[in-house]
C-alpha cells in the first residue's frame, strides 16, 4: 500500500468511526483538514479572524451532520462545500449587522510580529496576487478561488451560492479581468 | 488595434484557453502578436491561481482547541444525537406503559368475566 492509499485508509476508518458518533475520531478528522479548511476560509472571506470563526462553526456544522455523509465524495470535498456555505452565510449575518460589508481589502495587524510559520503564511496570502485577490469585491472573489483555484464548475458554483450558470460566468469574468488589469496595471488592454 | 483585437481583449477572461475563442478568433490569435500576449498574461494569471490550490495557511493554534470546546458544549448539551437517544427511550418507556396498562385491562376484563360467570 502506497502513502496516499495507507492516508485514504486511515481517513475512511477515521469517517466511519465519525458517523457512529466517535468525537476522538472526528477531532482526529479536524486536526488533518483543519489547514486546508481554514486556507479556504481565508481565500473566501479575506479576513483571518473571520475565516477562523468560519472554519470553526464548518467543523462544528460537519460534527452535526456527520450521520448522514454517505462517502459519496471525498470528506475534504464535503468539508469544502461546508465551508463556502458557512462563508456565505457569515458574510449574509454580517452584511446585516455592519455598515461596511466583506468587499474590503485585507489587513494584516501591524503590530503582530511573524514567525517563520507565519511569515510564509503571510506570503502565500500577501503578494501581488494575494492582494489583487483580496481586493476583489467578495461576490467576484468566491467565484474565481472556487473556480481557478479549487477547479470548481460554473454548475457547482452556481449551485453554492445560489446564483445561476450565467451569472457565475459574468462574474467570473469580471474577477480574471479585473485581476489581470491590477497584476499587469502597467500593460494596459489597449496593449503595451 | 483591429476590430478582431478587441473581441480577443473582451473574450479572454471568460475562456479557459485560446481555442475555446472560435476557429476565427484562435486563427487571429495565432498571427497576432498583441493577443498573443494578452493571452499569456491570462494563461499566466490562471496557473498562478491555480497554485494557489498547493499552498496552505497554518491554522491558528486556537482552531482545533475551539472546534473540540464548542462540540463537547453541544454534547453536553441537548445535542441531535442525544435527542435521538432521548426519543427512542421515550418510546421504550411509552410501549412498556402500554403494555402494562394493557395488561392491567386484560386482568380485570378476565377478573370481571369470571365474577359473572361465578354469579351467573
Known amino acids: 500500500m502506497t502513502q496516499p492509499e495507507v492516508e485514504r485508509f486511515e481517513e475512511d476508518e477515521l469517517v466511519s468511526l465519525a458517523t457512529q458518533g466517535d468525537q476522538a475520531a472526528f477531532t482526529e478528522l479536524v486536526k488533518n483538514h483543519q489547514h486546508e479548511v481554514y486556507t479556504l476560509a481565508v481565500r473566501m472571506v479575506a479576513d483571518r479572524e473571520l475565516a477562523h470563526d468560519v472554519a470553526q462553526e464548518s467543523f462544528v456544522r460537519a460534527w452535526r451532520a456527520i450521520g448522514r455523509f454517505r462517502g459519496d465524495a471525498k470528506f475534504s470535498t464535503w468539508m469544502h462545500r461546508i465551508t463556502v456555505n458557512t462563508a456565505f452565510t457569515h458574510r449574509d449575518r454580517r452584511k446585516r449587522t455592519a455598515a461596511d460589508p466583506l468587499d474590503v481589502v485585507y489587513h494584516e495587524p501591524e503590530s503582530e510580529s511573524l514567525s517563520p510559520e507565519r511569515g510564509g503564511e503571510s506570503a502565500a496570502i500577501r503578494g501581488p496576487l494575494g492582494d489583487a485577490l483580496a481586493a476583489l469585491p467578495e461576490s467576484l472573489r468566491s467565484v474565481v478561488v472556487l473556480k481557478d483555484v479549487y477547479e470548481w464548475t460554473h454548475v457547482e458554483i452556481a449551485e453554492h451560492l445560489d446564483i445561476t450558470v450565467t451569472a457565475a460566468k459574468v462574474r467570473l469574468h469580471r474577477a480574471r479581468k479585473s485581476l489581470r488589469l491590477t497584476l499587469w496595471s502597467h500593460q494596459n488592454e489597449e496593449g503595451a | ?120
Open chain 2, 1 to 120: 488595434m483591429n476590430t478582431r483585437c478587441a473581441v480577443v481583449r473582451m473574450r479572454l477572461p471568460g475562456v479557459d484557453s485560446v481555442d475555446q475563442l472560435g476557429e476565427r478568433l484562435s486563427t487571429h490569435v495565432e498571427t497576432c502578436l498583441r493577443c498573443q500576449a494578452e493571452a499569456a498574461r491570462y494563461r499566466t494569471l490562471r496557473r498562478r491561481l491555480g497554485s494557489l490550490s498547493r499552498e496552505r495557511l497554518t491554522a491558528p493554534s486556537t482552531l482545533l482547541p475551539s472546534v473540540v470546546a464548542r462540540i463537547e458544549l453541544e454534547e453536553t448539551s441537548e445535542s441531535p444525537g442525544r435527542r435521538v437517544g432521548l426519543r427512542w427511550a421515550a418510546v421504550a418507556v411509552s410501549a412498556a406503559a402500554g403494555a402494562a396498562a394493557a395488561a392491567t385491562a386484560g386482568t380485570i376484563i378476565v377478573v370481571g368475566l369470571r365474577r359473572s360467570h361465578h354469579a351467573a
